[in-house]
């Protein structure tokens, strides 16, 4: 069974959306759209009946509602949608309580979509071993449960394809890289998605162009970049 993303563009790419289930990190550099992009899947699922979780470690409440705004998307009149923000400071701490209240939370929303928008904070603060230990636990926890996820993180800066970190490409079971593509410095860049990898699913590796629009992401599936 596939999820749509709620981005027609992208559906098209996956051969009708992400698998249930699946664990997808979404990487790109600041402003390429992760967020926005984690949004239109939260909203899809909403719009379903599905009960979705945003674990925020980024913007408050207020903002990712601001935001999802800004791209069409009404999330505050939605029941079904739980959002939650851990401080950056107080993630270390909060984290145990996250593993340990997470699968409760799921269990009582009967949550099926979860964004987790962007664990680049928690790269930031674990060392190398115990961010292996979070992220797959973490992952352990949706699919215990049967929850799709999301995961932002930023790009490495020299290898757009790859996780600041390193890690993040090897647990999640795919992996879509958003990218600013400058071809000179006077041209506006063109914004690229390339699906790196998703399991089981035969999908194009070209970068197809897309747009950040007032109705949020357009992907461009039959058009190339180049
Ligand atoms: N209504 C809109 N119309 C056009 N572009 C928009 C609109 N709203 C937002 N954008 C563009 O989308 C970008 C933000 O996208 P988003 O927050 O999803 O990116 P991000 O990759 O999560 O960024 P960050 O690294 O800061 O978390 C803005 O910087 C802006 O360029
Ligand atoms: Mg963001």
Not at 79 to 101: D, G, P, Y
Not at 116 to 129: A, G, K, N, R
Not at 162 to 171: F, R
Request: proline share 3%; hydrophobic share 40%.
């Amino acid at each position: 069974m596939r999820l749509s993303t709620g981005i027609e563009g992208l559906d098209a790419i996956l051969g009708g959306g992400i698998p249930k289930g699946y664990v997808v990190a979404v990487i790109g550099s600041y402003g390429t759209g992760k967020t926005t992009l984690g949004l239109h899947f939260i909203y899809e699922g909403l719009k379903g009946g599905e009960s979705c979780i945003i674990l925020s470690f980024d913007e408050d409440e207020e903002s990712i509602l601001r935001n999802a705004k800004s791209v069409g998307m009404s999330l505050e009149s939605f029941k079904n949608l739980q959002i939650i923000r851990l401080e950056a400071l107080a993630v270390k701490k909060s984290f145990e309580r996250v593993e340990s209240e997470l699968p409760a939370l799921i269990k009582n929303m009967n949550a099926s979509r979860m964004l987790v928008d962007s664990i680049s904070v928690l790269e930031t603060l674990f060392s190398e071993h115990e961010r292996y230990q979070i992220l797959s636990s973490m992952k352990r926890i949706l699919k215990s449960l049967g929850v799709t996820a999301i995961f932002t993180s930023e790009a490495d800066k020299f290898m757009p394809t790859s996780s600041k970190y390193g890690i993040l490409e090897y647990i999640c079971d795919g992996m879509i890289c958003l990218k600013m593509i400058r071809k000179s410095e006077l041209e506006e860049p063109t914004l690229g998605l390339e699906v790196v990898k998703m399991r089981g699913v035969k999908h194009s590796r070209k970068p197809k162009p897309y747009m950040i629009t007032e109705k949020g992401i357009v992907v461009y599936e039959e058009a190339e970049v180049f």
